[in-house]
């Protein structure tokens, strides 16, 4: 999904992106999207990038790691001779999430058409003939997640030994999900003298194996403290009644202001979205049981205003810039403090300001103590009901609510109709890996999901995922 791109600007005294050997083109295509000079991370990682020197880049979510490689792939693969062949990419881009995949797609494309080089995405949730098609015609530069990638490796569509550069983007992230096996694999299948890329928030254990086994002397640029949280953002945790969860989550979404709320699991998410669909906030869903096609329209509409509340697992704590995010919300407080400053990355991003909130019970209490304090981010702890002036001051506008008609009871359906609702909500929810293709899952429904109290409202605890990467 392709976000608007703000306009990035930093010191006139740093440099621009011809000092550093961008070429023209690329630079005017920059400079019509707004994009006037490099950002720290992308000011030290080009040169050595430019040089063909392997480089290991840390950078907090939303420092701009994504043109820092983008620019060094595409700047080297027009300065070289290699032709382009079938199913033998020249640059080889992976991601762990498709949603990251086809923002970093976005992103490129129209600096490599200044180029005439040619990109593509592959990752699962989409039918594979398309991809096959696209990797049959030839492909410079392909951006893919690992486990549909593999898949077309192992069945002969794509072969990596004309990969003349690699990039991995949000290593850690691939560590924490458990794809690094798949992710080996498939280096060791570049050539071993190609350049490598890797571009990561943390270099925690997982990541430093990679760091070790594939990259040569690798230059080393990190332009933040290890997961510094963003000066430009404020924290907030709203000690509230279970009782009171979803009132104040609907007080702070109805505001007009662009918002993405999180929960734990999927099936939290998907009932918290249809909650809030029936008290009138204009909401879709984003998470792992929806098909692609429906993450694409949903983010889409996040993305073009269409609904002003994304409500997302923890798959949208990565790689998802959409323009003026004004606040997040973590209605489930995340599992571990790492994921907390991602989450909370989707707002304060190039530069702007952001409001993050954290919904808290007497039983969270101790919890949520510890995840700040290991986030590093010093939050105001608010104890506090529906209506409280606060809400309007960490969400101002006026709020906008339009309810949605509510089902009949179940008592008044006919008896065979209800046997069949009944039916229907006992099944478990359908997985991406087994509706490739299919039809997508409605976005949000217009009924009322049955009231529930406390944290159920929203989600339990997570469950590890053990999915490959990104199909």
Same mark, same amino acid.
């Given at each position: 999904?392709?976000?608007?791109?703000?306009?990035?600007?930093? *010191?006139?005294? *740093?440099?621009?992106?011809?000092?550093?050997?961008?070429?023209?083109?690329?630079?005017?295509?920059?400079?019509?999207?707004?994009?006037?000079?490099?950002?720290? &991370?992308?000011?030290?990682? @080009?040169?050595?990038?430019?040089?063909?020197?392997?480089?290991?880049?840390?950078?907090?979510?939303?420092?701009?790691?994504?043109?820092?490689?983008?620019?060094?792939?595409?700047?080297?693969?027009?300065?070289?001779?290699?032709?382009?062949? #079938?199913? $033998?990419?020249?640059? @080889?881009?992976?991601?762990?999430?498709?949603?990251?995949?086809?923002? &970093?797609?976005?992103?490129?494309?129209?600096?490599?058409?200044?180029?005439?080089?040619?990109?593509?995405?592959?990752?699962?949730?989409? /039918?594979?003939?398309?991809?096959?098609?696209?990797?049959?015609?030839?492909?410079?530069?392909?951006?893919?997640?690992?486990?549909? !990638? #593999?898949?077309?490796?192992?069945?002969?569509?794509?072969?990596?030994?004309?990969?003349?550069?690699?990039?991995?983007?949000?290593?850690?992230?691939?560590?924490?999900?458990?794809?690094?096996?798949?992710?080996?694999?498939?280096?060791?299948?570049?050539?071993?003298?190609?350049? +490598?890329?890797?571009?990561?928030?943390?270099?925690?254990?997982?990541?430093?194996? !990679?760091?070790?086994?594939?990259?040569?002397? %690798?230059?080393?640029?990190?332009?933040?403290?290890? @997961?510094?949280?963003?000066?430009?953002?404020?924290?907030?945790?709203?000690?509230?009644?279970?009782?009171?969860?979803?009132?104040?989550?609907?007080?702070?979404?109805?505001?007009?202001? $662009?918002?993405?709320?999180?929960?734990?699991?999927?099936?939290?998410?998907?009932?918290?979205?249809?909650?809030?669909?029936?008290?009138?906030?204009?909401?879709?869903?984003?998470?792992?049981? !929806?098909?692609?096609?429906?993450?694409?329209?949903?983010?889409?509409?996040?993305?073009?205003?269409?609904?002003?509340?994304?409500?997302?697992?923890?798959? /949208?704590?990565?790689? &998802?810039?959409?323009?003026?995010?004004?606040?997040?919300?973590?209605?489930?407080?995340?599992?571990?403090?790492?994921?907390?400053?991602?989450?909370?990355?989707?707002? #304060?991003?190039?530069?702007?300001?952001?409001?993050?909130?954290?919904?808290?019970?007497?039983?969270?209490?101790?919890?949520?103590?510890? !995840?700040?304090?290991?986030?590093? &981010?010093?939050?105001?702890?608010?104890?506090?009901?529906?209506?409280?002036?606060?809400?309007?001051?960490?969400?101002?506008?006026?709020?906008?609510?339009?309810?949605?008609?509510? *089902?009949?009871?179940?008592?008044?359906? %006919?008896?065979?109709?209800?046997?069949?609702?009944?039916?229907?909500?006992?099944?478990?929810?359908?997985?991406?890996?087994?509706?490739?293709?299919?039809?997508?899952?409605?976005?949000? *429904?217009?009924?009322?999901?049955?009231?529930?109290?406390?944290?159920?409202?929203?989600?339990?605890?997570?469950? %590890? /995922? /053990? +999915?490959?990467?990104?199909?």
């Amino acid at each position: 999904m392709a976000a608007r791109r703000p306009k990035q600007t930093t *010191s006139p005294n *740093s440099p621009t992106f011809a000092d550093l050997g961008v070429p023209d083109a690329l630079v005017r295509v920059l400079a019509a999207t707004g994009v006037d000079r490099p950002f720290p &991370i992308q000011a030290a990682t @080009l040169p050595d990038a430019l040089a063909g020197r392997d480089v290991l880049g840390r950078g907090r979510t939303g420092s701009g790691k994504t043109y820092a490689f983008v620019l060094a792939v595409l700047t080297r693969l027009a300065a070289g001779a290699a032709p382009r062949r #079938a199913g $033998r990419p020249r640059a @080889l881009i992976l991601a762990p999430t498709r949603e990251l995949a086809a923002q &970093i797609d976005a992103v490129m494309a129209p600096l490599a058409k200044a180029l005439s080089l040619r990109t593509m995405t592959v990752f699962g949730g989409v /039918a594979a003939g398309p991809q096959i098609a696209g990797l049959r015609a030839g492909v410079d530069v392909l951006v893919a997640c690992p486990g549909r !990638l #593999a898949d077309h490796v192992e069945a002969g569509h794509a072969r990596l030994d004309a990969v003349e550069i690699t990039v991995l983007d949000e290593a850690d992230h691939m560590a924490d999900l458990g794809f690094l096996p798949t992710v080996r694999r498939l280096l060791e299948q570049t050539p071993r003298d190609g350049q +490598r890329l890797l571009f990561s928030a943390t270099l925690d254990a997982g990541v430093d194996v !990679l760091v070790r086994r594939f990259l040569a002397d %690798p230059a080393v640029h990190s332009v933040d403290s290890k @997961l510094s949280p963003v000066a430009a953002m404020t924290h907030h945790v709203l000690h509230v009644h279970a009782e009171d969860r979803f009132a104040v989550l609907v007080e702070l979404t109805a505001a007009p202001g $662009r918002t993405v709320v999180f929960t734990r699991t999927k099936r939290g998410a998907k009932t918290l979205t249809r909650r809030l669909v029936a008290a009138g906030v204009s909401a879709v869903e984003l998470h792992g049981n !929806l098909a692609q096609t429906a993450r694409t329209r949903n983010l889409r509409a996040f993305s073009d205003g269409d609904v002003r509340t994304l409500v997302a697992t923890d798959i /949208a704590a990565r790689g &998802i810039d959409v323009e003026d995010v004004a606040l997040v919300v973590h209605a489930d407080p995340p599992a571990e403090h790492k994921a907390y400053l991602h989450r909370s990355g989707r707002t #304060a991003r190039a530069g702007a300001t952001g409001t993050v909130v954290t919904l808290m019970t007497d039983g969270q209490a101790p919890e949520v103590r510890e !995840l700040t304090r290991k986030a590093g &981010i010093a939050a105001t702890t608010t104890r506090l009901r529906p209506g409280d002036a606060l809400l309007r001051t960490l969400a101002p506008g006026e709020r906008t609510l339009v309810p949605q008609p509510a *089902s009949p009871p179940a008592a008044a359906r %006919p008896e065979a109709q209800r046997q069949n609702a009944q039916r229907r909500e006992a099944q478990p929810a359908q997985s991406d890996r087994g509706r490739r293709g299919g039809k997508s899952t409605p976005t949000v *429904s217009t009924h009322s999901a049955p009231a529930r109290s406390g944290a159920a409202a929203f989600s339990a605890r997570a469950r %590890p /995922a /053990a +999915r490959r990467g990104g199909r």
